[in-house]
């Protein structure tokens, strides 16, 4: 069997109340907390594949602030047991934030077809490693609770 390597990247949108961003979603009836972003299509760098993520999955342009963190440990996918390989960036929105939010998770509104999708704020003081389901995204909730200020 040929092993792969899986790339993903995401986006960190921190509010003014010092809250992040996380997706509540449910895919071939697997439900998961992330953070919002996605895989990396062939052609694709890192920044535009993040732009094209929150395009698609919030209807919102963002602008980048900064990388966060990228893997430093072998992770394996659950979906394909391809080798993940995960990017973070702090983003903020282009323009108002127009998304809706919850504050219940998995409030899916409309949803359409296997894959459902809602989004809410966590509080950066709250939010806890069990808060999100992948593993990456739980030690990136430990070095978001490290940062000064939150």
Do not use: W
Request: hydrophobic fraction near 45%; aromatic fraction near 14%.
């Amino acid at each position: 069997m040929v092993k792969k390597f899986n790339i993903r990247v995401y986006g960190l949108l921190i509010n003014e109340y010092k809250e992040v961003l996380v997706s509540d979603e449910e895919e071939k009836g697997k439900r998961f907390i992330k953070f919002p972003g996605g895989g990396l299509e062939f052609g694709e760098g890192l920044i535009d594949g993040l732009k094209r993520e929150f395009i698609e999955e919030c209807a919102m342009e963002i602008e980048i602030i900064r990388h966060f963190y990228t893997t430093h440990f072998f992770a394996e996918s659950i979906f394909n047991g391809h080798q993940l390989i995960a990017v973070y960036y702090l983003v903020k929105p282009v323009g108002d934030f127009i998304v809706s939010t919850s504050t219940v998770p998995y409030n899916f509104i409309n949803p359409v077809g296997d894959t459902k999708q809602a989004f809410r704020f966590i509080a950066l003081k709250d939010i806890s490693e069990d808060d999100v389901t992948f593993l990456v995204d739980k030690h990136v909730v430990k070095l978001l609770k490290a940062l000064p200020g939150f």
